[in-house]
């Protein structure tokens, strides 16, 4: 009932073998039952007659159970089927909320799916029909009726850039629950065919165009009771796709049109009255299609009458009523330098970071921005945001400023804070893309430029691309070419094949990401030392360049982005020649093995970019500190260079690892905007002192590098300020290479821990170490496994009171490994244990505040036999425990929340898989007996390869927002811990680990409808601090380096 008065949920009471009368009265058997109880629960009593009153009031069932009533079979019926119709129509409101013209559609497909025998259901129509906004509103309904569920949109998109296997494993992985299924043959085994049996799912396979797309996914293997959603614009697909049913998607009604179209033309679901004759007549034009009645839409917004009358007289004139030519309409309205940029948008760049984008046009067309904003403006480009990983994410984090607790505290309340945390959402960068089937029209524009692809300005069909190559047909007509070098045999150049195309800007000749082992040279030369390049070059991306440098006649002077991956270059051009790179923004040469040497870029004033990744004959550099735009330098396994790079003052990321560079130099200090500093397996072995100037400094990972001495960071006031500073060290000691020094690293000095930002620190393996001191109260990452010297650990107690304002994407989770450390004494295993709980503590104050929905979870583990009585009161032997629930004595409603220790037997670990899953299952059982069951998992990757060794007995601490439950009158909770079987292949099937003891700890959190309080059995209540204060860090980003050129 507290649910039914704050947050609107609804009540539907079964009156079972009970007069309702007496419920809303508390007469009958209800009052003797209350006096019962009044004695002994006052406060709980109270509350419950007041629930009951209120119930005894609503509209619900009432079950007599006597001679003449009903089965109650019949009762149950009912009751299921309107919770049922209740249910799907509030969901059905929600999804139609922003959707025009698709109810009756959707019904016809709800009733296809529910046909017995109905298996396979394909969606079939043009692209922009509505197939895939029809296919998502039907599994929004239907998804709650099944087990595992999933949309996988733009199948063939997602398989040229992925591959069909890896695709499918993605689609096994979210419906088994299952991470990172590895199947790499086109055939699923039996074992995962088996448990797919068992399931009954919903799947959506979006915008197929082959049947195979279909058959790769596995669906035959599907269980009983599942349904196969497919969407294609080609009917043949689904009918050899053995589709059961296809459902053709028809075009709107002339109603739904119209409010489409005005939605678009008006921002509002009618036209204005002096538009709507003309509204109409643009609605007729269009014949109903959706996307064209959005393109053509917005192309009206905010225009004039007569701008109306006009277009709609120049639509009379040259349009044609397919829906085909109605989005050609569009692209004929443009201006010569739009439509040049939708065409080069289309063909060559869709799918690239906005700002790359921007850079490459606007060095081929005057206001290139502009352009752009304009064809957005008219539905011809859409901006989407990049998807990135979670290896990006890490990456980039030192892209992310944190901000300041007073601009927080500017907020205070939760509405603002949504607002704010959206509008910095639009932050993130930015992906040009466009519907397939204006990339498509853009396409088939090309194609009716000439029959002779020669003679036409683009070029992308790999067979067209292979015939103008091979025959030397280029001309002075093509523009750009783009070549998937995958689908071609090995094609031979000449030195003049591009001499005849004067006006080139791009040439793009790649591998696919997911072709892997098949990259292989496919252009090659006879006898030519290089090909003639023309000076329009603005984009020269060719993977495997088969030349030994540029052409000495190719004036690079428009040239913005240069990409040779693993080519023969050995150098880009000679020394002497003195290059205008005034454009220039990019240069790849990564895994180009015969590079020796980088010629002088002084002229590269706007270069940000350079990678050299790989390039291990290169031997020397050049200097780079008058290339004032630099912000990157990556020359990861450049094992020969040993001399520490010149760099302009803002280089923000530095990545040397893997290099022969011994020393850190003292010139360090002046990269003052240096924020990430990558040196792991690299021969460092002296540090400068002079790197503690680094202000900005916020990734550092020296990870198996053999430091003879670390600096201490010196404090300085500015430095007390600083705040995003975040450092990853991973020291090892042991790296097997033979020539390099073993001089052993005993400490870390505490003072490059006391930064109050510091997260990430890694440092397993280091087995000199012996002490870890003042480590930051809330690190979100430590390891420090395979330390075995390890003796003592401790946490500052400064910053304690600044953890809500930080949170990772929303994520609170934290680790805490020291396994393997069994020299630490009892006071740092204390000290752990400690540290542990609070971090609990407040995960549970941050998920009950409500101003942060991130998953929140912590996983410590250490040494030991022995589990703490003043940490966790409840404790018994084994993997079971009972306890009982203290009632509750205050007014208003609370939630449970429970910590876990546990004591496990790790001596088999080296035979066990890295990932060791711990699981909990627990039930919550009421006065009246009822009980509901619940489950929580664990995992962890712990490293035994390194030490496949007997590491003996360690204390698990646990915790999990999922372990947080609305207490509905619980008197006893019950727990059950166990870990997973898991081994390597090859070897034998082991045990589960042991769980000897287990431990929980109850959190009481009270509800207040201002603040929240969290107390134990013991404790007093508390108030929690501001929220506006608690509300974490907004942080922004910019991303480098992360597209395909």
């Given at each position: ?234 009917r043949k697909v689904l009918e050899n796709g053995e589709a059961d049913q296809i459902y053709e998607v028809k075009k709107l009604n002339e109603i739904d049109s119209l409010q489409l179209f005005s939605t678009c033309a008006f921002k509002q679901s009618n036209p204005d009255a002096d538009f709507r004759d003309l509204s109409i007549r643009f609605v007729e ?203 071609i045999d090995k094609l031979r150049l000449c030195s003049s094949v591009f001499e005849n195309m004067f006006n080139l800007k791009y040439i793009h000749f790649y591998f696919p990401p997911f072709i892997g082992k098949q990259r292989k040279k496919k252009l090659h030369v006879d006898q030519v030392g290089d090909v003639s390049l023309p000076d329009e070059l ?328 022995e589990i703490s009585a003043s940490k966790f009161e409840y404790q018994r032997m084994n993997s079971s425990l009972k306890l009982q629930i203290t009632p509750n004595e205050f007014s208003g409603s609370r939630f449970l929340s429970f910590a876990i220790c546990l004591v496990v037997d790790l001596k088999y670990c080296h035979k066990y898989n890295k990932d ?130």
């Amino acid at each position: 009932m507290d649910y039914k008065r704050t947050q609107g949920h609804t009540v539907l009471p079964i009156f079972y073998h009970v007069d309702p009368s007496h419920v809303r009265n508390l007469g009958g058997s209800f009052k003797t039952s209350f006096d019962d109880h009044e004695s002994k629960r006052l406060r709980q009593v109270q509350r419950w007659k007041a629930a009951f009153v209120e119930v005894g009031k609503l509209k619900g069932w009432h079950i007599e159970g006597g001679k003449f009533d009903r089965p109650e079979t019949e009762y149950i019926k009912d009751i299921v089927e309107y919770v049922i119709k209740m249910l799907m129509s509030s969901k059905s409101r929600h999804v139609y909320e922003e959707l025009v013209g698709i109810g009756y559609q959707k019904d016809a497909i709800s009733r296809l799916i529910e046909q017995e025998g109905s298996r396979v259901i394909g969606l079939w129509g043009m692209g922009g029909i509505g197939k895939t906004t029809l296919a998502d509103a039907v599994y929004k309904e239907m998804s709650p009726n099944f087990e595992s569920c999933w949309f996988l949109q733009n199948v063939s998109e997602k398989i040229k850039k992925q591959g069909k296997e890896s695709l499918r494993n993605d689609l096994l992985s979210k419906l088994l629950n299952e991470k990172d299924i590895r199947i790499d043959t086109p055939l699923i085994g039996y074992p995962y065919q088996e448990r797919l049996n068992n399931k009954k799912v919903l799947v959506v396979l979006d915008d197929v165009s082959h049947q195979d797309q279909i058959t790769i996914m596995g669906v035959r293997h599907f269980g009983d009771g599942s349904k196969i959603i497919v969407t294609s614009r080609d009917r043949k697909v689904l009918e050899n796709g053995e589709a059961d049913q296809i459902y053709e998607v028809k075009k709107l009604n002339e109603i739904d049109s119209l409010q489409l179209f005005s939605t678009c033309a008006f921002k509002q679901s009618n036209p204005d009255a002096d538009f709507r004759d003309l509204s109409i007549r643009f609605v007729e034009y269009t014949q109903y299609n959706p996307l064209a009645l959005k393109v053509l839409g917005s192309q009206l917004y905010k225009r004039s009458r007569e701008y109306w009358k006009s277009e709609m007289d120049k639509l009379k004139e040259y349009g044609q009523p397919e829906i085909s030519n109605i989005l050609k309409r569009s692209f004929d309205g443009l201006d010569e330098q739009e439509k040049n940029i939708f065409l080069d948008i289309a063909i060559f760049l869709k799918g690239e970071l906005k700002e790359n984008v921007e850079k490459i046009l606007s060095s081929c067309y005057n206001g290139a921005k502009s352009s752009i904003r304009n064809l957005i403006d008219k539905c011809l480009l859409d901006i989407t945001p990049l998807p990135i990983s979670l290896r990006d994410i890490l990456e980039i984090r030192s892209k992310f400023p944190k901000r300041k607790a007073e601009e927080i505290a500017s907020f205070p309340d939760r509405g603002a804070l949504d607002d704010r945390r959206n509008s910095l959402l639009d932050e993130i960068p930015r992906c040009i893309s466009m519907h397939d089937m204006l990339e498509l029209m853009g396409k088939d524009i090309v194609h009716q430029e000439s029959r002779a692809p020669g003679m036409r300005s683009r070029l992308w069909n790999p067979n067209e691309v292979k015939q103008v190559l091979k025959n030397n047909k280029g001309t002075e007509f093509i523009e750009g070419i783009k070549l998937d070098m995958s689908q071609i045999d090995k094609l031979r150049l000449c030195s003049s094949v591009f001499e005849n195309m004067f006006n080139l800007k791009y040439i793009h000749f790649y591998f696919p990401p997911f072709i892997g082992k098949q990259r292989k040279k496919k252009l090659h030369v006879d006898q030519v030392g290089d090909v003639s390049l023309p000076d329009e070059l603005r984009l020269l991306c060719w993977e495997y360049y088969p030349f030994r440098s540029l052409s000495s006649s190719f004036d690079p002077k428009n040239l913005v982005v240069l990409k040779l991956p693993h080519g023969d270059m050995e150098q880009l051009w000679n020394e002497d020649d003195h290059q205008d790179l005034i454009n220039l923004r990019k240069i790849v040469l990564s895994n180009c093995k015969n590079l020796k040497k980088i010629p002088n870029l002084l002229g590269a004033i706007n270069l940000e970019i350079l990678c050299f990744n790989g390039c291990n004959s290169l031997v020397e550099l050049p200097g780079f500190s008058d290339l004032a735009s630099l912000k990157t330098l990556q020359l990861h396994g450049c094992y020969n260079l040993t001399k520490f790079p010149e760099l302009p003052n803002d280089v923000s990321f530095l990545d040397l690892a893997e290099t022969g560079i011994e020393e850190v130099p003292d010139s360090i200090e002046h990269i003052a905007g240096l924020e990430t500093l990558l040196l792991a397996k690299s021969k460092i072995n002296n540090v400068s002192c002079n790197i503690s100037k680094l202000e900005c400094l916020r990734y550092l990972d020296f990870s198996h590098c053999l430091v003879a001495e670390f600096p201490e960071i010196l404090r300085r006031p500015e430095l007390e300020r600083a705040e995003g500073a975040t450092y990853a060290f991973s020291l090892s000691l042991d790296f097997p290479l033979p020539d390099w020094r073993k001089v052993p690293i005993v400490h870390v000095p505490p003072k490059i821990l006391k930064f109050k930002s510091l997260e990430y620190l890694k440092m397993d393996h280091c087995e000199s170490l012996k002490l870890l001191s003042e480590l930051p109260p809330y690190l979100r990452y430590l390891d420090a496994h395979g330390c075995k010297s390890l003796e003592k650990v401790s946490f500052t107690d400064r910053n304690q009171d600044q953890y809500e304002l930080y949170s990772f994407y929303g994520k609170d989770e934290f680790f805490m490994i020291f396994s393997d450390c069994f020299s630490l004494n009892q006071v740092s295993i204390k000290n752990i244990e400690a540290n542990a709980m609070q971090k609990i503590e407040s995960l549970v104050k941050k998920w009950r505040c409500k101003y942060d929905y991130g998953p929140k979870s912590l996983f410590c583990c250490f040494p030991g036999s022995e589990i703490s009585a003043s940490k966790f009161e409840y404790q018994r032997m084994n993997s079971s425990l009972k306890l009982q629930i203290t009632p509750n004595e205050f007014s208003g409603s609370r939630f449970l929340s429970f910590a876990i220790c546990l004591v496990v037997d790790l001596k088999y670990c080296h035979k066990y898989n890295k990932d060791l899953r711990c699981i909990c299952e627990y039930q919550l059982t009421a006065f009246d007996g009822c009980y509901e069951k619940f489950e929580c998992e664990w995992g962890y990757k712990l490293d035994f390869e390194l030490h496949r060794k007997y590491m003996g007995d360690h204390v698990l601490i646990l915790f999990s927002d999922k372990m947080i439950k609305k207490d509905d009158d619980y008197v006893e909770a019950s727990f059950e811990f166990y870990i997973n079987k898991c081994y390597y292949k090859g070897d034998a099937e082991v045990d589960d680990i042991k769980v000897k003891k287990c431990g929980v700890h109850v959190y009481y959190v009270a509800e207040n409808n201002k603040d929240c309080f969290v107390f134990g059995p013991t404790e007093e209540p508390y108030a929690l601090e501001n929220l506006a204060f608690l509300e974490k860090k907004i942080k922004n980003f910019k991303v480098k380096g992360l597209v395909s050129w």
